[in-house]
């Protein structure tokens, strides 16, 4: 043994350095908080967005529009897929039920039929709500549209 491998025990020597502990310690008086202003003051802290007093993105950018919170809205489904549904399965009326069973909604949606496609069979559709369109398809083939 000499001077050259000389160390210290473990766990005698602490890495961490404490911060504002006197001008001994060679890191007290502004403790790496700089001088001055608010960041080197205690309880400081800075507000999600802020920009460093410019105006922030979130007050620059321009809102406009409207959404209506007492809006309704409906799950739409095309009088092709009930056609394909009723061929499908064999059926002559057709309500929310069956379309939940047929896995095409859940049971916490609300239906509305739109009139895209084609019926060839006669139905009995029952729904939340139609399109002009889908009562004129459903009746023109004979069937009933009747609202919930």
Request: net charge positive; aromatic share 6%; charged share 25%.
């Amino acid at each position: 043994m000499n001077l050259s491998n000389l160390k210290p025990a473990a766990g005698s020597v602490k890495t961490r350095k404490r911060i504002g502990r006197g001008p001994g310690s060679g890191l007290g008086g502004t403790s790496t908080r700089g001088h001055k202003g608010a960041k080197s003051r205690s309880g400081y802290s800075r507000k999600r967005g802020f920009e460093g007093g410019q105006m922030p993105l979130q007050r620059r950018v321009p809102k406009f529009g409207f959404k209506n919170f007492n809006r309704v809205e409906y799950k739409a489904i095309n009088v092709s897929t009930l056609q394909e549904l009723a061929d499908k399965l064999n059926l002559d009326t057709i309500t929310f039920d069956t379309l939940v069973e047929a896995g095409l909604l859940s049971a916490n949606h609300l239906v509305k039929v739109l009139g895209n496609g084609e019926l060839t069979k006669k139905l009995d559709v029952t729904a939340h709500a139609f399109s002009a369109s889908a009562i004129k398809a459903i009746e023109a083939v004979g069937g009933t549209a009747t609202k919930l």
